[in-house]
């Protein structure tokens, strides 16, 4: 029994030295390593040959340039030309009309002749032309609406209307800044990744240099080679990774900016402390104020209803020209009448409308009443997130340096022969977590002031 033991642990002793691989004669016996791929170290900042702008700037230019705020300033003209449409209405009208007319001939009217008698000598017969074969007419028509509630109406709803789409204008203007931001956030937090990866991918080099030259001299062992090894070619698929995310970023920006290449940020951006106060920020958004200018015009529009039972009267002054003259028409002369209409019977449609322009009142009343409790809500929660936020930034902080201490210790024990390197490869990978978490803490706070910045009303 005895023997046996011995037998059995002298071979797991020679299994675990070959496995280990102290020194160089005993790598000839395992599996050759793959090689690993050398990437290159690329800063964020270097080479890229981007245009660098600030946020302000990048603000200015989707304002300016985004499709998005191009339609939104064309409909705001197209306001304007409907409403130049719907006062043509109410103004005085001058038509000029022109008519050449061809008969198959000219219409005579014939009178009998008569006999002669003791005391009046015969009369022959005769014909009178009382229609031309060609005739030419013209007229000048000019209208008048003396009374035309309906007209009137119409042209204070469309210039209502106006102010509406200004409003709707300013509020697409503010989800494309918002959106702007948001994309200018990202890249500055792709960045510091793609740092933070950029430098595990360094200390995973130096330790894979470190243990492949301790087993290369005989005194390390291909465990540890192994491992580090691994680390890195893992950390490597990172780095490439965030270098994608951060491409992606860029190109969704200048994409927002109307650019024809990608575009990137400044290192940093500082946003301002926002005024948390429901009553600033309900005058100052851009989606309640359109919400309301929406709900008065629609209340206007259901108020003005009484007009559609109106009559309309119209006054008219027609010159004409016709020649030849008829017996009913002189070669020139004018007519001047006055036009009363007054609907009594339309099918119903009054009322149709009338129950339409209710249903649209409604509609908007509701729409504005559900923005306001958004923007209360808006308001508490991004004042809570900037306190969370701050919070975890600290917090993320303090876990990031205790990391990097763990490392350093880590290090220095596998220096002096204490440890393997499995504790500095957990180390490693503890710290990089802890440096993206501080990034993803640090783009959760700047995100936060921007929702409340957007909740205020003071972006942009």
Do not use: C
């Not at 017969?125 to 609406?145: D, E, H, M, T, W």
């Not at 465990?223 to 951060?246: C, G, I, K, N, Y």
């Not at 019977?345 to 009322?351: A, F, L, M, S, T």
């Not at 929702?451 to 942009?460: E, K, S, T």
Request: proline share 5%; net charge neutral; aromatic share 4%.
């Amino acid at each position: 029994m005895r023997r046996s033991f011995a037998f059995r642990s002298g071979a797991a002793i020679l299994g675990a030295s070959l496995l280990l691989g102290v020194g160089p004669a005993s790598a000839e016996q395992l599996p050759a390593m793959p090689p690993i791929p050398k990437l290159d170290q690329v800063s964020p900042e270097s080479g890229t040959g981007y245009e660098k702008i600030s946020l302000t700037e990048a603000v200015r230019r989707s304002l300016t340039r985004n499709p998005t705020a191009v339609v939104a300033m064309q409909e705001i003209r197209r306001a304007e030309a409907l409403l130049v449409q719907a006062r043509a209405g109410s103004m005085p009208s001058l038509n000029a009309n022109a008519n050449l007319l061809r008969l198959d001939g000219d219409r005579l009217l014939t009178s009998p002749g008569s006999p002669a008698t003791a005391t009046t000598p015969a009369v022959p017969p005769s014909s009178r032309n009382i229609s031309a074969k060609n005739q030419q007419s013209a007229n000048l028509l000019l209208n008048v609406p003396l009374v035309s509630p309906r007209a009137w109406m119409t042209w204070s709803e469309s210039s209502a209307n106006l102010a509406s789409s200004k409003a709707s204008s300013e509020d697409i203007r503010r989800t494309l800044a918002t959106s702007v931001a948001r994309a200018y956030l990202l890249i500055i937090s792709q960045k510091r990744q793609v740092d933070i990866n950029a430098r595990s991918v360094e200390t995973d080099r130096s330790h894979y240099d470190y243990t492949h030259t301790r087993f290369a001299g005989g005194v390390g062992n291909r465990v540890d080679e192994v491992r580090a090894a691994q680390q890195l070619a893992a950390d490597q698929a990172l780095f490439s990774a965030s270098f994608t995310a951060l491409a992606r970023a860029r190109e969704a920006l200048g994409v927002l900016l109307a650019e024809e290449a990608p575009v990137d940020t400044l290192d940093d951006v500082s946003l301002p402390d926002a005024s948390p106060n429901f009553e600033d920020a309900a005058g100052r958004r851009q989606d309640v104020q359109a919400a309301k200018v929406r709900a008065l015009v629609a209340e206007k529009v259901r108020k003005d209803s009484w007009a559609d039972y109106t009559p309309v009267l119209n006054g008219q002054f027609q010159p004409f020209f016709q020649h030849p003259a008829t017996l009913t028409q002189p070669e020139t002369g004018w007519q001047a009448m006055l036009v009363l209409s007054f609907p009594l019977i339309e099918g119903g449609i009054r009322v149709g409308q009338k129950r339409e322009r209710d249903a649209l009142l409604a509609e908007a009343r509701a729409q504005y009443d559900g923005l306001l409790r958004q923007t209360r809500s808006d308001i508490r929660v991004g004042v809570e997130e900037i306190r969370r936020a701050d919070e975890a930034m600290r917090s993320s902080n303090a876990a990031a340096e205790l990391a990097h201490q763990a490392l350093d210790l880590a290090n220095l024990a596998y220096h002096a022969g204490a440890t393997t390197n499995i504790e500095v490869i957990d180390a490693e990978r503890r710290a990089r977590d802890a440096d993206s978490a501080v990034v993803i803490a640090e783009d959760n706070v700047r995100q936060a002031r921007l929702d409340l910045l957007v909740a205020a009303g003071q972006f942009p």
